[in-house]
């Protein structure tokens, strides 16, 4: 089992930069593969991107394409979304997860229902 937890949220302007971190406890997060959510008001929660177990692969949404990156560094039992040209669009509670299968299909990991552990979020507001 792995808990997580999101930080680095808060208020920007359009255009800005934001990084999210994600820390999880446990000795086994290399195994896990890693993905970053969001959810609007009133909306579903939709996927934004996610990394492969190693960190050499990843796959994004198109809305964020070109301007967030997501990586991760395994010796620190982190991941990280790093959010540029930020949009008014792009405003959410962001979330991440994880899932502990050994098969990293990329597509597959655009469902919610693919991972196992949540973490509690954390709000991006992005002003116009």
């Known amino acids: 089992q792995v808990q997580l937890v999101e930080s680095g949220g808060g208020l920007v302007q359009t255009g800005g930069s934001l990084r999210l971190s994600c820390a999880a406890s446990?000795?086994?997060?290399?195994?896990?593969?890693m993905g970053w959510f969001r959810q609007a008001p009133g909306k579903d929660r939709e996927f934004v991107a996610t990394i492969n177990r190693s960190g050499t692969s990843t796959y994004y949404t198109d809305s964020v394409k070109g301007r967030f990156t997501i990586s991760r560094d395994n010796a620190k039992n982190t991941v990280y979304l790093q959010m540029n040209s930020l949009k008014p669009e792009d405003t959410a509670v962001y979330y991440c997860?994880?899932?502990?299968?050994?098969?990293?299909?990329?597509?597959?990991?655009?469902?919610?229902?693919?991972?196992?552990?949540w973490g509690q979020g954390t709000q991006v507001t992005v002003s116009s």
């Open positions: 446990g000795r086994t997060f290399s195994t896990y593969i």
């Open positions: 997860a994880a899932d502990a299968s050994p098969n990293f299909y990329p597509r597959s990991y655009r469902s919610r229902g693919q991972y196992d552990y």
